[in-house]
T-cell receptor, first 113, second 115 residues
Framework: NAGVMQNPRHLVRRRGQEARLRCSPMKGHSHVYWYRQLPEEGLKFMVY????????ESGMPKERFSAEFPKEGPSILRIQQVVRGDSAAYFC???????????FGPGTRLTVT | AQSVSQHNHHVILSEAASLELGCNYSYGGTVNLFWYVQYPGQHLQLLLK??????LVKGIKGFEAEFIKSKFSFNLRKPSVQWSDTAEYFC?????????????FGGGTRLMVKP
């Protein structure tokens, strides 16, 4: 059973470009969570999704950031018009049910130049 | 909103030394508690978790943690560390009755074990 997959592992974008980060949950998991880790800090929750629904986006910046988890395919975290402050590691986690532990992917390291 | 504090940001130990990493949280209700480890260049892995029952929890690789409800603490321990334990350790809390289901993480503790 493959773990949580994230791609790309490393992404470099210039200021103003768009970044798309993908997350494929573990097989059988329908709950997906995105976290961001800024340099020298712990992980901060961004958004929690189930298939086709955003359950909690209380940690998402109000502008430029969006997330989706379509019926088919991976979950996508989209950052429009990236700025240097968006440089971070973005981790995706999945769980089979809401009250189960979360399994983390390897992360995508976004660098904005 | 809940918060999690890890008091030691960097810890350096020699092999065979005992380890205790502190974790305190602020939330008055029922919680699930977790310790994750991130080895260099790798993703987060679950070391151990507490949901209910015996407050002394044993995890993988010889780690254990004790939930002390009165102190809002969930400290991680290992009696004898190895060089391979060099990693960053994160404490995390999930507040039950939180419809968002999110984990709140501490800032992490970087452990270096000298051979």
């Amino acid at each position: 059973n493959a773990g949580v997959m994230q791609n790309p592992r490393h992404l470099v974008r210039r200021r103003g470009q768009e970044a798309r980060l993908r997350c494929s949950p573990m097989k059988g998991h329908s709950h997906v969570y995105w976290y961001r880790q800024l340099p020298e800090e712990g992980l901060k929750f961004m958004v929690y999704l189930q298939k086709e629904n955003i359950i909690d986006e209380s940690g998402m910046p109000k502008e430029r950031f969006s997330a989706e988890f379509p019926k088919e395919g991976p979950s996508i975290l989209r950052i429009q018009q990236v700025v240097r402050g968006d440089s971070a590691a973005y981790f995706c986690a999945s769980s089979p049910q809401s009250d189960y532990e979360q399994y983390f992917g390897p992360g995508t390291r976004l660098t904005v130049t | 909103a809940q918060s999690v504090s890890q008091h030691n940001h960097h810890v350096i130990l020699s092999e065979a030394a005992s380890l205790e990493l502190g974790c305190n949280y602020s939330y008055g209700g029922t919680v699930n508690l977790f310790w994750y480890v991130q080895y260099p260049g790798q993703h987060l892995q679950l070391l151990l978790k507490y949901f209910s029952g015996d407050p002394l929890v044993k995890g993988i690789k010889g780690f254990e943690a004790e939930f002390i409800k009165s102190k809002f603490s969930f400290n991680l321990r290992k009696p004898s560390v190895q060089w391979s334990d060099t990693a960053e350790y994160f404490c995390a809390v999930k507040a039950l009755n939180n419809a968002g289901n999110m984990l709140t993480f501490g800032g992490g503790t970087r452990l270096m074990v000298k051979p």
